[in-house]
Each structure stands twice: as C-alpha cells, then as structure tokens.
C-alpha cells in the first residue's frame, strides 16, 4: 500500500516536471514568454525590450542587455517609489534573457542568458556580495535560442533552452532557490 503511494507520488512530480519544461519548450516554439505551473516569478521578453518583475517585498526590477551584450538593472528604491538608474551586472550574452524569482527564504531573483561559447550562464541577487549581486556563473551547454525559465512543484527553477539538434536541453536546481543543478537532459 506505501509503494503504491510512493509510486504515485513520484510519477505526479515527474508529470508536473514534464509540464514546467513543456512550458519552456512551449515558449521556445511561441517565441513568447513561457507561462509556468505557477507564472508569477517567471518572465521572459526579447532583449532590446526591459523585463519587469516584481521582488518579493513589491518592488520592480528592471533588466535588459545593452548594445556590448552586457546586462543592465534597475530597480524601485521603494514599492511604489521611484527607479533608480541603470546599473551594469556586467556579462556578455548574445540571446535575449529570462529571469525567475528564487522561492527561497531570500526570494532573490535570478537572470539567465547564453553568453560565449554559447553556454548557459546566470548571475543572482545575493545580499552578501558587493552590490548585492553574484558574479556571473556558467551552467555549460551549447545552445542557439533564448533561455525559457519555468518552476518544478518544490518550486526549483527549471531553465531551458534549444540546443543546435533543434531539441530542447532544460536544467534544473537541486532544491527551490540553490543548487547544484542537474545535469542537462
């Protein structure tokens, strides 16, 4: 009977993982933003165009990638306030990006692009670094499309993007807001 359960159990969280990366592969065909098992957190929009989200305490950030490649930020000082300028995160991405909200204690945002080399590469806020962001850091692979973000049902990101064999390689994190990641697959 608890095997049963087990089974189950285990064959609900994959469908429900088989449905966040439908819902990136789904964006990537679109070339729309992918709507996630739960949308709110997840944004994606073509790079020439900002990308709004709002942060956990109701502030908007803004992001968007500058004519060198790099990403610029900007956010509300308050909810509701006025935006600061744009800031350079540095980095040097080709595609256009996608950016999640990190369902941790925290509830930091995450920004993924492809970069040199065609990799994966994603940079977060993190409060104990200078300016309050990670440095930028490669999750591998080589892909030829934007990134489509969407979320498992313990709430990890599951990142995807088209590879050159014109099929979908996704990643996932360990655990909702931290790594490891997985493998591709």
Same mark, same amino acid.
Request: glycine letters at 14%.
């Given at each position: 009977?608890?095997?049963?359960?087990?089974?189950?159990?285990?064959?609900?969280?994959?469908?429900?993982?088989?449905?966040?990366?439908?819902?990136?592969?789904?964006?990537?065909?679109?070339?729309?933003?992918?709507?996630?098992?739960?949308?709110?957190?997840?944004?994606?929009?073509?790079?020439?165009?900002?990308?709004?989200?709002?942060?956990?305490?109701?502030?908007?950030?803004?992001?968007?990638?500058?004519?060198?490649?790099?990403?610029?930020?900007?956010?509300?000082?308050?909810?509701? &306030?006025?935006? /600061?300028? !744009?800031? %350079? +995160? #540095? $980095?040097? *991405?080709?595609?256009?990006?996608? =950016?999640?909200?990190?369902?941790?204690?925290?509830?930091?945002?995450?920004?993924?692009?492809?970069?040199?080399?065609?990799?994966?590469?994603?940079?977060?806020?993190?409060?104990?670094?200078? &300016?309050?962001? /990670?440095? !930028?850091? %490669? +999750? #591998? $692979?080589? *892909?030829?499309?934007?990134?489509? =973000?969407?979320?498992?049902?313990?709430?990890?990101?599951?990142?995807?993007?088209?590879?050159?064999?014109?099929?979908?390689?996704?990643?996932?994190?360990?655990?909702?807001?931290?790594?490891?990641?997985?493998?591709?697959?």
């Amino acid at each position: 009977m608890l095997s049963n359960r087990v089974n189950r159990l285990g064959r609900a969280r994959g469908l429900v993982l088989a449905a966040a990366v439908a819902v990136c592969v789904a964006g990537m065909i679109s070339g729309t933003a992918a709507a996630a098992p739960r949308a709110e957190g997840a944004v994606t929009a073509p790079a020439t165009t900002p990308i709004s989200i709002s942060n956990c305490d109701g502030r908007v950030e803004n992001f968007r990638i500058g004519d060198n490649g790099a990403l610029w930020h900007q956010w509300q000082v308050s909810p509701g &306030g006025p935006m /600061s300028g !744009w800031h %350079s +995160l #540095g $980095g040097s *991405l080709v595609y256009d990006i996608a =950016v999640a909200r990190n369902y941790n204690a925290a509830c930091t945002l995450e920004v993924f692009g492809i970069g040199g080399g065609n990799a994966m590469h994603h940079i977060w806020q993190s409060a104990g670094s200078p &300016g309050g962001w /990670s440095n !930028w850091s %490669s +999750l #591998g $692979g080589y *892909l030829t499309t934007k990134p489509n =973000v969407g979320y498992a049902t313990d709430l990890s990101i599951v990142v995807c993007a088209w590879g050159p064999d014109h099929i979908s390689h996704c990643k996932r994190q360990a655990s909702a807001g931290s790594g490891p990641w997985s493998d591709w697959y």
